[in-house]
């Protein structure tokens, strides 16, 4: 009736064959990984070397301006000379803006490194005001003098209530010294 003699079934059983099936399962993840993933990340890799010599190069032609731009600094600075309109001009901004300036005064700053071509100079000042007003002060009269920084301010109030403080702002204002 059958014209095959009768086939022996073939039991698959987990528990004698795991090992073919754990080396097959290997073989493949291993030529998965081979095939896509190594490129894709040796692709990555590249971009990213390409980046970091890019990011290498500018921080070395930075580093190189900032070198330029010291020795021009002294260029760009005004002179001894504009530090009374320096003065001048902090004590119109703080009128304008409704601080009353009590005391303004200027002395050579200690140079203990000295900069070739450049004096600081520090300016000290006392204003009773507002914070706003202040802030607004300040800011212009950085905005106007680009030798001038803010050293240091100092905000004291009689009551935690009063609008009006009393500040001590000092300057150090940086000036190109005469060749």
């Known amino acids: 009736m059958y014209p095959f003699k009768k ?18 399962l290997l073989l493949c993840g291993s030529v998965w990984l ?3 993933e190594l490129p894709a990340k040796r692709s990555e890799n590249a971009i990213l070397a390409t980046k970091i ?15 330029t731009a010291q020795q021009n600094l002294a ?7 504009s530090l009374s309109l320096v003065t001048a001009d902090l004590q119109s901004l703080a009128t304008q803006n409704g601080l009353l300036m009590s005391d303004a ?10 900069a070739a071509g450049i004096g600081r100079v520090e300016v000290s000042a006392r204003i009773k005001g507002a ?7 300040l800011a212009a009269i950085m905005a106007m003098h680009g030798g001038l920084a ?14 009006v403080m009393d500040i001590d702002v000092r300057f150090i204002y940086f000036y190109r ?3």
Do not use: C, N
């Not at 010599?53 to 070198?67: C, K, P, T």
């Not at 005064?105 to 000295?114: H, L, R």
């Not at 914070?131 to 002060?137: E, V």
């Not at 100092?154 to 935690?160: N, W």
């Open 75 to 81: 260029v760009q600075l005004a002179s001894f000379d």
């Open 105 to 114: 005064s200027f002395k050579p700053a200690a140079d203990s490194q000295a």
């Open 34 to 36: 081979g095939s896509y």
């Open 7 to 24: 086939l022996q079934l073939f039991h698959f059983s987990v528990r004698y064959y795991w090992p073919w099936m754990a080396v097959g």
């Open 150 to 163: 803010l050293d240091s301010m100092s905000l004291r109030r009689a009551r935690a209530s009063d609008i």
């Open 131 to 137: 914070y706003l007003p202040l802030k607004k002060t």
């Open 177 to 179: 010294k005469p060749s």
């Open 53 to 67: 010599r890019l990011l290498e190069a500018q921080s070395r032609a930075q580093a190189a301006d900032s070198v």
